[in-house]
């Protein structure tokens, strides 16, 4: 079974930072293009932001450019999320996928708290 497991989350207070992982076992799937998505409470899931295959290329929502770093280690078979300046509605659990996304690929999430 295909898995995408993400890590690094936490509660961190407005202005602060995290960095996101998401590794994976699946050499086909990190290949991909990929991306990181969240969902805050009572919202739909929302694209944050996606890289190419090979890095060269990240994509972000609006919302969080300037403020988060997308990047991959395809050596290490993971793609990180630098988040900085995190403010109150950044809150909600953050996924990765391939992008565009898979439902195969949907994993647990990682919980990002941000309090003001």
């Known amino acids: 079974q295909v898995q995408l497991v993400e890590s690094g989350g936490g509660l961190v207070q407005a202005g602060g930072s995290l960095r996101l992982s998401c590794a994976t076992s699946?050499?086909?799937?990190?290949?991909?293009?990929m991306g990181w998505f969240r969902q805050a409470p009572g919202k739909e899931r929302e694209f944050v932001a996606s890289i190419s295959g090979n890095g060269d290329y990240t994509y972000y929502a609006n919302s969080v450019k300037g403020r988060f770093t997308c990047s991959r280690d395809n050596a290490k078979n993971t793609m990180y999320l630098q988040m900085n300046s995190l403010k109150p509605e950044d809150t909600g659990v953050y996924y990765c996928?391939?992008?565009?996304?898979?439902?195969?690929?949907w994993g647990q999430g990682t919980q990002v708290t941000v309090s003001s």
């Open positions: 699946d050499r086909t799937a990190i290949s991909y293009a």
């Open positions: 996928n391939v992008d565009p996304p898979r439902p195969v690929y």
